[in-house]
């Protein structure tokens, strides 16, 4: 069963507008929740991640917002310009094997 | 500069061919991973280990097999490849606790 659910699938946004991207998930057992940015051709890169004692991390034009009372969490992306096109994957850590359980990723477009 | 490499980054090869793909990391990770991956699609676990001479398969079933004989090295094989197997290919790493490092990723066509 999907454990995390991603959305939007795409999103077009305007250059300088707000980008976000939403994750929902089931289990309880998670203990770190990472967003990756992958560009065609490469491979997905840590963009900014949180843990569940906070609920939210900024860096930069960058944001996690976490609640975990409605176990959903968000990337937004502030300014967004050009060179943030890209496809972005949510992830969450199970606490007990330790490994990444991925979201099915969103293509995201910024135009000029 | 510790990092997490993969060759070759592109592959054609024809049916029935024997294939290794090969990944290397340089940051000392006991756990490595092999996701299969369509252009801008979900990401399959198909292959992790958690260390030496330790291997399990992934989420997604897949023909390929791997072998982690030192730490720094998890190749995977395909001993005959097929259309079914065209993808492109991610090796990770990780520390205990921390999120994964991909590789750039091996691009297979197999015609």
């Known amino acids: 069963q999907q454990q995390v659910k991603q959305s939007p699938q795409s999103l077009i946004v305007q250059k300088g507008g707000i980008s976000i991207i939403n994750c929902a998930y089931e289990?309880?057992?998670?203990?770190?929740f990472p967003w990756y940015q992958q560009f065609p051709g490469k491979g997905p890169a840590l963009l900014i991640a949180i843990r569940p004692d906070v609920s939210e991390k900024k860096e930069g034009r960058f944001t996690i917002s976490f609640n975990k009372s409605a176990k959903q969490f968000s990337l937004h992306i502030m300014d967004s310009q050009p060179g943030d096109s890209a496809t972005y994957f949510c992830?969450?850590?199970?606490?007990?094997?330790?490994?990444?359980?991925f979201g099915t990723g969103t293509r995201l477009q910024v135009f000029p | 500069e510790a990092d997490i490499y993969q060759t070759p980054r592109y592959l054609v090869i024809g049916t029935g061919k024997k294939i290794t793909l090969e990944c290397s990391q340089t940051?000392?990770?006991?756990?490595m991973y092999w996701y299969q991956q369509d252009p801008g699609m979900e990401l399959h676990l198909i292959h992790y280990?958690?260390?030496?001479?330790?291997?399990e398969k992934g989420d997604l079933s897949s023909e390929s097999t791997v072998s982690r004989i030192r730490t720094e090295h998890f190749p995977l094989t395909l001993e005959s490849a097929r259309p079914s197997h065209t993808s492109q290919y991610l090796c990770?790493?990780?520390?205990?606790?921390?999120?994964?490092?991909f590789g750039s990723g091996t691009r297979l066509t197999v015609v």
């Open positions: 990770a790493s990780s520390a205990q606790g921390y999120g994964y490092t």
């Open positions: 992830a969450l850590r199970d606490g007990n094997t330790d490994k990444l359980i």
């Open positions: 289990n309880t057992a998670f203990d770190y």
């Open positions: 280990s958690y260390g030496v001479n330790s291997t």
């Open positions: 940051m000392g990770h006991d756990k």
